[in-house]
């Protein structure tokens, strides 16, 4: 069984940055996929990026050159890095682990903006 938390949201300015963590503890396979997801008021959970141990990274093209997935395997931990954030970004954000042919989520994370 694997167990995320999730780390890192918070309450930020347009154009501001922040950076989110998913730690992850538990049996976790050599081959993995880390994928963000985040959900907007009113609105489906949507995946945001993704990052594969393979070293395949991907993006939607809203965050494209703005948010960076990185990873640290001596940590089990993966982080998102989001910039220049836009008030449409608001969300509650999800990391979520696929090893072994399961899939494990985080508890959430909110990011919110302030006016």
């Known amino acids: 069984q694997v167990q995320l938390v999730e780390s890192g949201g918070g309450l930020v300015q347009p154009g501001g940055s922040l950076r989110l963590s998913c730690a992850a503890s538990?049996?976790?396979?050599?081959?993995?996929?880390m994928q963000w997801y985040r959900q907007s008021p009113g609105k489906q959970r949507a995946l945001v990026a993704i990052s594969s141990s393979t070293g395949i990274t991907n993006y939607i093209d809203s965050v494209k050159g703005r948010f960076t997935i990185s990873r640290d395997s001596a940590k089990n931990s993966w982080y998102l890095q989001m910039n220049s954030l836009k008030p449409d970004d608001t969300a509650v954000y999800y990391c979520?682990?696929?090893?072994?042919?399961?899939?494990?989520w985080g508890q959430g994370t909110q990011v919110t903006f302030s006016s």
């Open positions: 979520s682990l696929v090893s072994d042919s399961k899939i494990s």
């Open positions: 538990g049996s976790i396979s050599s081959i993995n996929t």
